[in-house]
């Protein structure tokens, strides 16, 4: 045999791995497998607040990135009496639920549109609301990017966002970020910024 056939096995198994590899880049990463935020057009973001920090937040990513921003509305919204926690009241009761699947009103447009999804919410009880659980279990998330970012009082992310990864096949994760219940705009920046260098496998 040829000296330089002996060489052709390990450059198929090269090439083979290489085609893989860039087949997991997925969508919403570039070549590299970096995060892709050029295209304002595929990022949503969606996000839960039930009483308004979450959604300064999520305000701020939208200014940030240009994506669309989708408020995740419940069905029955939560008074303030249902937002008293350590009370028993409802909060408490749906995060202590495992079964708890409280519904949403309306349903986010053409979904499939989106590569890059930031997904908002509130710590309840050091998880997020079991409305995201609902969000989550609503649609396919397979190849898409979720970056989770959440408001707290003083917790931090803790495993809120890893409790979540069983719901979306196929989804490429990020480690996300907390912010606390009054974060700047700068805060959000400074994330975004750091985001585009984070790889998403
Ligand atoms: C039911 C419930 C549970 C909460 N549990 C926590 C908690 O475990 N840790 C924490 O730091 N803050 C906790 N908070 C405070 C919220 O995370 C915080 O105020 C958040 O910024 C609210 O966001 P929102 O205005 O978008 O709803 C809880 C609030 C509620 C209503």
């Known amino acids: 045999m040829k000296k330089s056939m002996k060489f052709l096995p390990c450059i198929l198994v090269l090439l083979v791995c290489a085609c893989g590899f860039f087949a997991a880049c997925g969508k919403g990463n570039d070549d590299e497998g970096k995060l892709d935020l050029t295209d ?3 990022v949503l973001i969606a996000y839960f607040s039930a009483t ?29 009496d249902d937002l008293k926690y350590y009370t028993d009241c409802r909060a408490d009761r749906e995060q202590s639920d495992p079964d708890a699947r409280p519904a949403i009103q309306g349903s986010v447009e053409n979904l499939s549109d989106y590569d890059v999804i930031f997904l908002g919410y509130p710590i309840w009880h050091s998880k997020a609301p079991k409305i995201i659980y609902t969000f989550l279990e609503s649609y396919g998330f397979s190849g898409k990017t979720i970056i989770p970012f959440c408001t707290s009082a003083s917790s931090g992310m803790g495993n809120s966002a890893n409790d979540l990864h069983g719901l979306t096949s196929g989804a490429n994760w990020l480690a996300g970020e907390r912010f606390s219940s009054d974060c700047t705009q700068n805060a959000i920046r400074d994330w975004i910024d750091r985001l585009e260098y984070e790889k998403t496998f």
């Not at 979450?54 to 029955?76: F, N, R």
């Open 52 to 80: 308004g920090n979450t959604e300064k937040a999520a305000g701020y990513i939208a200014e940030a990135t240009g994506g669309t921003l989708y408020e995740i509305v419940p069905e029955v919204p939560y008074t303030e």
């Open 40 to 42: 304002s057009s595929k």
